[in-house]
Structures are given as structure tokens and as C-alpha cells.
């Protein structure tokens, strides 16, 4: 059996659900709780800075409470729209069918899992910082599997 023709066959045939969908629905989700709910946003990237002694009177409903420095806040704010806008890349490349853009963007997008990663290893606490292999394994994979995707995509698409 020819792996390269039959890889290339099951990317030309249509998808019940198209991978950009899939891919933009992940990134607008992660970047809508970013937004509505910043503290959710901080446990799922695990970066602290120490403590807030007094709360400020600016602070976005969602996050009052959760202690969170403003300055990682603010990063917090910037995640959020940067998954908005890979998101929202995705959906946009799916509905035009440019199925070369889709798979070159996941493996682009590769880059922030390792780079968030390295962040999460760097200035997460020490009971959090083996959470970073899963941003690691978890970018190492996509890309892995959108290299191969690249590989073995017909060029007419």
C-alpha cells in the first residue's frame, strides 16, 4: 500500500467537520475565556507574579478577587487577542478552502505552544513548571503531524 497516495486521497476528500473549523472554534474558545474571564485564563497558563497587596479600582469584573498582578492582566488581555485573531485566521482560511494556509498556520501557531511552554517552565511556580512538557509534547505533535499534512498536500491546493 502507498502511504504517500493514500495520505494525499484522504486529504483531497471533504471532511464531516473541516479542520480550519476545528482549529478556529480551539482558539476562539481560548480566547473568549481570556476575555470574559481572565482568572480561568491564568489557571490554564500558569504564570504568577506575586500578589496584589491592594486591588485596584480598574480591574475587569471577572478577575476581581483572583489576585492577579495587573501586568500579567495585561498579558493575559494580549493572549486573548492573539487567540482571537489566530482563530478567527483559521475560519477565514477553512471558508475560502486554502487548505496549503490552513496546514502551514497550524504549524506556525506551533511556535506560541513552545514559547508559552518556555514561559510556563521560566516564571511559573515550581509545583507548576512540568506543566510545560504538556505545551511542549502537545506543539511538538501538531507540528509533526502539519509537517506530514504539507508534505503529502497536493499542490493544487
Same mark, same amino acid.
Given at each position: 500500500?502507498?502511504f504517500? /497516495? ?10 464531516? %467537520? ?18 470574559? &474571564? ?6 490554564a497558563?500558569p #504564570?504568577?507574579q ?12 471577572? &478577575?476581581?478577587?483572583? +489576585? %492577579? ?8 488581555? $494580549?493572549?486573548?487577542? /492573539?487567540?482571537?485573531? *489566530?482563530?478567527?485566521? =483559521? *475560519? !477565514? ?6 487548505? +496549503? ?9 506551533? %511556535?506560541?505552544? =513552545?514559547?508559552?511552554? =518556555? !514561559?510556563?517552565?521560566?516564571?511559573? @511556580?515550581?509545583? #507548576?513548571?512540568?506543566?510545560?512538557w504538556?505545551?511542549? #509534547? ?5 507540528? @509533526?503531524?502539519?509537517g506530514a /499534512?504539507l508534505? =503529502?498536500?497536493? $499542490?493544487?491546493?
Amino acid at each position: 500500500m502507498d502511504f504517500k /497516495r493514500l495520505l494525499s486521497e484522504s486529504l483531497n476528500k471533504p471532511s464531516v %467537520i473541516p479542520p480550519g473549523y476545528i482549529l478556529g472554534s480551539c482558539f476562539l474558545g481560548l480566547g473568549i475565556m481570556g476575555l470574559v &474571564s481572565p482568572a480561568q485564563a491564568e489557571i490554564a497558563f500558569p #504564570v504568577r507574579q506575586e500578589e496584589d497587596e491592594k486591588e485596584p479600582s480598574d480591574v475587569h469584573p471577572a &478577575s476581581r478577587g483572583s +489576585r %492577579i498582578k495587573s501586568v500579567l492582566r495585561a498579558h493575559l488581555y $494580549s493572549k486573548a487577542g /492573539r487567540d482571537l485573531v *489566530f482563530g478567527l485566521s =483559521f *475560519f !477565514a482560511l477553512q471558508y475560502q478552502g486554502n487548505m +496549503r494556509a490552513i496546514v502551514a498556520l497550524e504549524g506556525l501557531v506551533t %511556535i506560541v505552544g =513552545f514559547v508559552d511552554g =518556555f !514561559a510556563v517552565w521560566k516564571y511559573g @511556580a515550581e509545583d #507548576v513548571r512540568p506543566l510545560a512538557w504538556s505545551y511542549w #509534547v502537545w506543539s511538538s505533535s501538531i507540528l @509533526a503531524i502539519a509537517g506530514a /499534512r504539507l508534505y =503529502f498536500l497536493p $499542490s493544487s491546493q
